[in-house]
């Protein structure tokens, strides 16, 4: 007999965890830090306060299996503070989150908190303990397990503390199986390349063995938020229009393009009704589905509509860019460039690209690249990334760069629909557009890189001519008189002058 | 008894490499002083430059000529070797101390003027002979020897603590090397009236073994596979200075001609220098056509044998009607013979039968 039964979100996240990045105990307690750390960066940035994050790991000695242990995370952040009414759900509910927003934003589904705190409770029966304010004069401590089968919570203590010092944060700790051996090197590089693109945040580790690593902030300036956009036309489904036509107050045709659309006005939206062959007075909420269908074609058909416009973006800018590679690489040569925003089927885009020569940039055999995609590192895959096969594609010769040189090229994409090519989030998709941005962006600043290594092997070779000379010339005086049998050496002062002098002027005519 | 020419031509080419060696830096030193780069001009050695003058009967250099200064990035760094080198060799030939290439290569090391490599080296000195026309051994650097000389010639040294010493070369029977002692001493007398160059130094032994400086009243020079410059240089001596014809005895194949070759006419590569070369003397075997005459068991040529042939017809040090003659005869008959093929008729058929055929033919 066959039997049916509907499962919960959680549930099915609980089924297969592997696709929200919880593949293995290696794994799973990368992602646990990685989206718990997320959620307070985007909690600050809500703030506007300049982060500061502390992440602790330790280990209470229980023993599960061979490869992984118990081990107890603390994430606690100066970030907005959850609102006492929403903090069960916001941690004890899959898919329930504040960022279904149009808007750039780290996390999209409200899923990734919440699955490290269901992975921690499946692999060690214990509950959560969370602990948040809005700045207000009341602190909530909620500890709680989730009903998996239900997607809800179950509070098991709720207490509500004096907030005498006004603390405003959020802080997360429960147990969860892993294995940080393995998974150290991979935190501690996602925690250097999130201070890389954060440097406005302070962020603090300590991992099991009491090892501190921390990452302190150069500037406090932060990027300006992203405001809340209307969707493009170019960008939406049927099923968006559908609920649109639902809620709409707008009586026509004109009023409703207008108001429920990025960028669209009187004449737009004239021009695109006679494109699209509606009828400029009919009463949205009596389009029949297949007209729906017909609309969103042509939105899609009609080349008219100007591009989304950027300020649902939250691009970090050429001088954070500079601050946090500056920060953390600490290079001798530094070029960065913010692209013109663009777009891809209605999203609208910005990509930033940075590359950084010496200093602290790892000397591999290849260059180094570090993927940003919303402000978030992305560490795995790199290889089936966009902006990996665009390095590849390179002729690195060409902007005189060697394979032995330590160069690190930085790729940020932002957009409120990053084209992630899995759910996983860690590589992006060849989009052509992407491409072409992320393409333009690496020539642009590997151009200036290229300038100044042209300009530092002038220097050194003119370097090593004048040394040449300084070294040579005199041993041929030298040897010139003893040969002839002369007692006093000639006067070559003059002739090292010559060269030095002329080459001088030649540095002149460069640098002017 | 034959004397010498010259008075004392070893002291007297001494005194032309020193002064040599003085002008040379004097120029570099006059052009400093007037406030110029110091610069030299030489012929070029490039392939282009090196022809073969039938009037010299060995290769020369051409007309044109390259400029060296030490205004030149590129050209400093030899240039300052090359000075360096001709001071060198100016303290070795004053003190009368010698040295081998190897020792030229370290001993810049404790000049700071250090060379890359061997090769480096070995091509500044060879930059030195050209701009002041002597060879390495005249500055006294020597390679390896390996080279011998037995027979009835005294020399005098003018090696430091031999100065005026005579010696008489038939005093060891494994023959005496030629070295720097040697080719810098004074050829005071002989008795023998002609030279026997031979290539190996079994049949060298064998010949001082069978007395053929005796028998045939002649001086035996054992090359040791190509004749070293200094080896060169003295049978050309000995050629000039006391008037011995030379006959050259060779492996029966084209590299045992071609190191006949080399001593009567000199290589491409010392085109830039004179007195190495003894136009006059003679190839008198193994010849292609003495295989078939003497019925020598013989080898097949091979494929690299065979390409040398083909390279030697052309060259123009091989105009001769001996030299065209072998060369197409070795092709013909596609075999070669060693040397010591005639001990298939006995050890001593070689002296006895051969050697003097030959150097009746020859005469």
Aim: charged share 30%.
């Amino acid at each position: 007999m066959v039997t049916f039964e509907q499962i919960s979100p959680a549930d099915f996240f609980y089924r297969n965890r592997d696709i929200a990045g919880f593949t293995n105990p290696a794994r799973a307690i990368f992602s646990s830090v990685r989206e718990l750390v997320e959620n307070s960066l985007d909690a600050s940035d809500q703030s506007r306060v300049p982060s500061n994050i502390y992440v602790r790991l330790s280990h209470d000695g229980e023993e599960s299996s061979e490869e992984a242990e118990v081990y107890r995370l603390r994430v606690e952040d100066n970030g907005s503070g959850i609102p006492a009414r929403h903090i069960p759900s916001a941690f004890g509910q899959v898919l329930f989150g504040s960022k279904y927003k149009l808007k750039q934003a780290r996390g999209t589904f409200g899923l990734g908190g919440t699955m490290a705190i269901l992975y921690g409770q499946i692999t060690t029966h214990k509950p959560v303990r969370i602990a948040s304010s809005t700045g207000t004069s009341r602190i909530y401590r909620y500890k709680m397990i989730i009903d998996i089968q239900r997607n809800r919570p179950i509070i098991l203590d709720r207490k509500i503390q004096v907030n005498k010092d006004r603390w405003r944060g959020t802080m997360v700790e429960f147990h969860l199986e892993g294995d940080f051996s393995r998974a150290m090197p991979k935190i501690l590089e996602y925690l250097k390349q999130t201070a890389v693109v954060t440097p406005y945040a302070n962020l603090t580790f300590v991992d099991p063995k009491g090892r501190l690593y921390k990452f302190n902030r150069s500037t406090s300036k932060m990027p300006r938020s992203p405001k809340e956009t209307l969707p493009h036309p170019h960008g939406v489904d049927v099923e968006t229009v559908r609920r649109l036509i639902q809620i709409t107050k707008c009586r026509n045709m004109i009023d409703f393009m207008k108001t429920h659309f990025h960028r669209i006005g009187e004449r737009i939206s004239h021009k695109f009704l006679k494109f699209a062959k509606i009828d400029e007075k009919k009463n949205p909420r009596k389009l029949e589905p297949d007209e729906i269908v017909k609309l969103v074609r042509m939105m899609k058909k009609f080349d008219g509509f100007r591009a989304p416009d950027a300020s649902c973006l939250s691009p970090l800018g050429d001088d954070l860019l500079k601050a946090g590679i500056l920060k953390e690489l600490m290079p001798e040569f530094i070029a960065v460039c913010q692209r013109k925003p663009s777009t891809y089927s209605g999203h609208p885009f910005v990509v930033e690209t940075a590359i950084a020569y010496g200093g602290k940039v790892p000397k591999k055999d290849d260059i180094v690249l570090y993927r940003f995609a919303n402000r978030i590192p992305l560490l795995y895959d790199e290889a089936s990334d966009v902006s990996w096969r665009i390095v590849k594609s390179i002729n690195w010769r060409k902007y005189k760069v060697k394979p032995d040189m330590p160069v690190a090229i930085l790729v940020h994409l932002c957009s409120t629909k990053v084209p992630y090519k899995t759910v996983g989030k860690e590589f992006i998709a060849d989009r052509p557009e992407v491409k072409n941005e992320v393409l333009n962006g690496v020539r642009q600043v590997a151009r200036q890189l290229q300038r100044f290594l042209s300009k530092q092997e002038y220097r050194e070779k003119e370097r090593r001519r004048l040394a040449t000379f300084s070294r040579y010339l005199p041993k041929i005086a030298k040897f010139s008189t003893e040969l002839s049998g002369k007692e006093k050496e000639p006067d070559i002062r003059k002739l090292l002058w010559s060269v030095r002098k002329f080459e001088e002027e030649k540095n002149q005519k460069l640098s002017s | 008894m034959k004397k010498k020419k010259t008075k004392s031509s070893a002291a007297e080419r001494k005194k032309e490499v020193l002064a040599n060696l003085i002008d040379f830096g004097s120029t570099l030193y006059g052009q400093m002083e007037k406030g110029d780069f110091p610069w030299i001009k030489m012929p070029s050695r490039s392939i282009d430059n090196i022809f073969y003058s039938p009037e010299f009967r060995q290769y020369i250099l051409g007309k044109k000529a390259v400029r060296r200064s030490a205004r030149n990035i590129r050209h400093i760094r030899p240039f300052t070797q090359l000075v360096w080198t001709a001071y060198f060799a100016h303290e070795l030939v004053r003190h009368r101390k010698t040295s081998t290439l190897r020792d030229v290569y370290y001993s810049a090391q404790a000049y700071d003027v250090p060379f890359k490599d061997q090769p480096e080296s070995n091509s500044i000195i060879t930059d030195l002979e050209t701009v002041a026309k002597y060879s390495r051994e005249d500055f006294h650097v020597f390679p390896e020897e390996r080279s011998a000389v037995f027979g009835d010639l005294t020399i005098e040294y003018t090696v430091p603590g031999y100065e005026g010493k005579r010696y008489n070369l038939m005093s060891h029977p494994d023959g005496v090397m030629i070295g720097p002692a040697l080719t810098s001493a004074e050829l005071v007398k002989t008795t023998a009236d002609k030279l026997i160059a031979i290539e190996k130094g079994g049949l060298f032994t064998r010949f001082i073994e069978e007395q053929v400086h005796k028998k045939f009243n002649s001086l035996l020079v054992l090359t040791a596979g190509q004749a070293p410059r200094a080896t060169r240089h003295f049978i050309h001596r000995l050629n000039r200075e006391l008037n011995l014809p030379v006959y050259i005895f060779t492996d029966g194949d084209p590299w045992g001609m071609h190191i006949a070759m080399v001593i009567i006419s000199g290589s491409a590569n010392a085109a830039h220098l004179r007195d190495l070369t003894t136009p006059d003397a003679t190839w008198s075997g193994v010849w292609a056509t003495d295989i078939v005459d003497y019925k020598l068991p013989s080898e097949a040529l091979t494929d690299v044998d065979i390409k040398r042939l083909y390279e030697l017809q052309k060259d123009p040090r091989y105009d001769g009607e001996l030299w065209q003659r072998e060369v197409k005869q070795f092709l013909k008959i596609r075999r070669k013979a060693e040397q010591e093929a005639f001990s298939r008729y006995g050890l001593s058929y070689i002296v006895d039968k051969y050697l003097p055929a030959k150097l009746e033919e020859a005469a």
